[in-house]
C-alpha cells in the first residue's frame, strides 16, 4: 500500500473514533465525514476545535437555520481547520444571504456551496462568483428541468469558482451526458458525473478510462458506478495514473478498513467504504500531481480536482444523510 494512503487510512479511523466519541449522537456518516477531511489534510481530529466551531454556529444562527442542518458537523470540521472559524463562518453566513437573493433556495446543500465560495475567492469577487454560479446553475436547469435541484448547488458553486466560460463548459457537460447516457442512463449521478468530468478538464481518453475502472473495480466486486458514488469515479477517472493502479489502490484502501473497528458490513455500507476509500486515493495523487506539474494549464485543472474532490465528498454525504433521515422517519 502507498504509505501516504496508509497514514491517512490510519488517520481516518483514528480520527472516527475521537469525533465518535466526543459527539457520541450525531449520524455516524457526519463523523467519518469529519474524520475524513482532518485525515485529507493529514491530521489528528480536535474535538474540542470542532466542537466550538458548533458553538459558533450556534450563536451565529437561529434555531431553524440550515446551518445547524444535517451537515452542521461536517461545517464545524471544514471551520475548525481554518486559522479563523469565526471570521469565515461570518463571510459564509453573508456569501449564504447573497445567494438567497439570488434565488437560490434555503438547503444543506447551498450551506456548502456558500463555505466554498466565501474560503476560496477574496470578498471582491464573491458577487461575481456568486453570480457564475448561478449562470450555471440556470444552464443546467434550462438542459436538465427534472433533474437539476438543489444537490446541484455544490457543483454550480464550484463551477462558479472556476476560470471556465459557462457557455462552452454547459455545452461540454451536454456532450459527455449524451456519450455517457447509454451506459450509465439518465439521472441524477450522470448529471454529477458531467460536472465533475468538465471541472477536471477530461480529455478524450477519459469515457475509455471510465469504462476500464467500472470493469476493474466490477471484477474485484467493488461497485463505484451506483447511486452517488459515479462523481467519485469520474474523478479516478482524472487521475494522471494507470487504471489499474487505481483499482489496487481502491481495493487495498477498502480491505483495510473493513478490517478496522467501527468499519466492518454491519457499520458502513460498501458504497460509503468507496466513498471515503477514493477520496483517499484521490486528494493523495492530486497532491503528488500538483508538486510534479507546474505548467500553469495542467496546474489549473489540478486545482479544480481538488475543489471538484472536496464538492464529491460534500454532496455525496449529504445525499447519505438525506437517506438516512429519510429512512429514520418512515
Request: proline share 4%.
Amino acid at each position: 500500500m502507498n504509505p501516504i494512503d496508509e497514514n491517512r487510512l490510519q488517520l481516518l479511523v483514528s480520527n472516527m473514533h475521537a469525533i465518535k466519541k466526543e459527539f457520541a449522537w450525531q449520524s455516524a456518516n457526519i463523523s467519518r465525514l469529519a474524520a475524513m477531511l482532518y485525515a485529507a489534510e493529514e491530521k489528528e481530529a480536535d474535538p474540542a476545535a470542532i466542537r466550538a466551531c458548533q458553538e459558533q454556529i450556534k450563536q451565529s444562527t437561529g434555531v431553524f437555520s440550515m446551518f445547524r442542518g444535517n451537515l452542521a458537523p461536517g461545517i464545524a470540521a471544514m471551520l475548525s481547520l481554518e486559522n479563523d472559524p469565526q471570521a469565515l463562518l461570518n463571510e459564509t453566513l453573508d456569501v449564504y444571504e447573497e445567494m438567497k437573493s439570488h434565488k437560490f433556495t434555503a438547503s444543506d446543500y447551498l450551506v456548502v456551496a456558500a463555505y466554498e465560495i466565501a474560503r476560496n475567492t477574496e470578498p471582491s469577487r464573491r458577487a461575481e462568483t456568486i453570480g457564475r454560479a448561478k449562470t450555471f446553475y440556470d444552464g443546467m436547469k434550462e438542459n436538465h428541468p427534472f433533474l437539476t435541484s438543489h444537490d446541484d448547488y455544490i457543483f454550480a458553486a464550484m463551477l462558479g469558482l472556476s476560470t471556465l466560460e459557462p457557455g462552452p463548459a454547459l455545452k461540454r457537460m451536454e456532450q459527455f451526458y449524451t456519450e455517457l447516457k447509454p451506459e450509465f442512463h439518465a439521472s441524477n449521478r450522470l448529471q454529477a458525473l458531467t460536472q465533475v468530468l468538465v471541472l477536471g478538464d477530461a480529455g478524450l481518453d477519459t469515457t475509455r478510462r471510465l469504462a476500464e475502472l467500472r470493469e476493474g473495480l466490477r471484477g474485484r466486486k467493488l461497485r463505484m458506478d451506483r447511486e452517488y458514488l459515479l462523481p467519485s469515479l469520474g474523478l479516478l477517472a482524472l487521475l494522471p495514473a494507470e487504471t489499474g493502479a487505481i483499482v489496487d489502490e481502491i481495493e487495498e484502501a477498502c480491505t483495510y478498513l473493513r478490517d478496522q473497528k467501527g468499519f466492518g458490513s454491519w457499520s458502513v455500507l460498501q458504497q460509503e467504504l468507496l466513498l471515503l476509500a477514493s477520496g483517499v486515493v484521490i486528494s493523495r495523487s492530486v497532491g503528488e500531481a500538483r508538486r510534479n506539474l507546474t505548467a500553469p494549464a495542467i496546474s489549473a485543472a489540478l486545482t479544480n480536482l481538488v475543489i471538484a474532490q472536496q464538492a464529491t465528498l460534500l454532496a455525496s454525504t449529504a445525499a447519505i444523510a438525506a437517506i438516512n433521515t429519510s429512512s429514520s422517519s418512515s
